[in-house]
């Protein structure tokens, strides 16, 4: 049986997953808890998994991903006619599945149409560690080169170099304070994104809008690549932005200096060259395909 309240901390605490791949951890947990729970009725299962799935969409506001997917499972499940309890559990199985089901092959879509775009024989230049884009990555072996960030905190472009590495893509691995250097080396920049805003803000992790200001300097296309299920009709600043312990970023021990460790920033839609999804490439925030 899942454990609701320790489960709930994992994702909230969670430094390691991107917002799809949390998203559908918290859709395959609603299913296995669905097979699990001990109930006897219809009602108080739809009840109690759905409180469940409710904590779940709360638990972080940066990543729509995750609240609109589990939005999605809510709604099937508000649909389901009534019946026996182990014919609702196995329904709502099937809910999960559908939708991780079309979440990977979102991603998988988009991915294909970002490296169509991107093309061969590039340099590209990334931020943060994104599944949709090392899935661009994957499409593009034996094809590019590739620039990693660090990404501080808490340096996650160390694992998308080894898969990078993995892939055996030559792979430049540069500090985040580098960006502005090795932009100039690269031929396009590409992230992928937690959420989009109702104007085609990009939010992501810190550090992404210095690159695209990076990239617009030095005259090269930014890229977005993400699911749909990442787009918010929310102004980007109505959006809560992460804010962690300082205690990662080693801030001096001072009477008057206080560290700030947020780990989101925020793209505004002038700064991007094109957004891609599943639906494909928009050159228009007002046009694109969310």
């Not at 995750?66 to 199985?93: C, F, M, Q, Y």
């Not at 990555?137 to 590495?165: D, W, Y």
Request: hydrophobic share 45%; proline share 4%.
């Amino acid at each position: 049986m899942i454990e609701a309240r320790k489960f709930i901390s994992q994702i909230r605490e969670d430094r390691e997953h991107g917002a799809s791949e949390l998203a559908r951890t918290c859709l395959d947990a609603l299913a296995r808890h669905a097979g699990s729970i001990e109930v006897t009725s219809n009602g108080a299962l739809r009840r109690q998994l759905i409180e469940f799935a409710q904590e779940l969409q709360s638990t972080r506001p940066t990543m729509a991903a995750i609240s609109n997917l589990i939005g999605e499972w809510i709604a099937a499940v508000g649909r389901l006619p009534a019946g026996n309890v182990s014919t609702l559990r196995d329904d709502i199985k099937s809910i999960s599945t559908t939708l991780i089901l079309a979440s990977e092959n979102a991603v998988s879509l988009a991915a294909a149409h970002a490296a169509e775009l991107v093309g061969t024989g590039k340099t590209i230049i990334t931020h943060s560690l994104s599944s949709t884009v090392v899935a661009v990555f994957a499409c593009l072996v034996g094809n590019v080169k590739v620039i990693v960030t660090e990404s501080r905190p808490p340096s996650e472009g160390r694992r998308l170099a080894a898969k990078l590495s993995d892939l055996g893509i030559e792979t430049d691995f540069i500090s985040d304070q580098q960006i502005g250097r090795f932009a100039k080396r690269a031929d396009v920049a590409l992230v992928g994104a937690d959420t989009i805003a109702g104007d085609g803000s990009v939010i992501n992790k810190a550090g992404t809008y210095l690159l695209a200001l990076a990239a617009r300097d030095r005259g090269i296309p930014f890229y977005v690549c993400f699911e749909s299920f990442k787009h918010s009709d929310v102004s980007p600043v109505d959006i809560a932005l992460e804010e962690h312990d300082p205690a990662e970023i080693d801030p001096p021990k001072l009477a008057h200096v206080r560290g700030h460790n947020i780990y989101f920033d925020v793209t505004p839609p002038n700064l991007v060259t094109a957004w891609i999804t599943e639906h494909g490439v928009s050159q228009q925030a007002s046009k694109a395909h969310f």
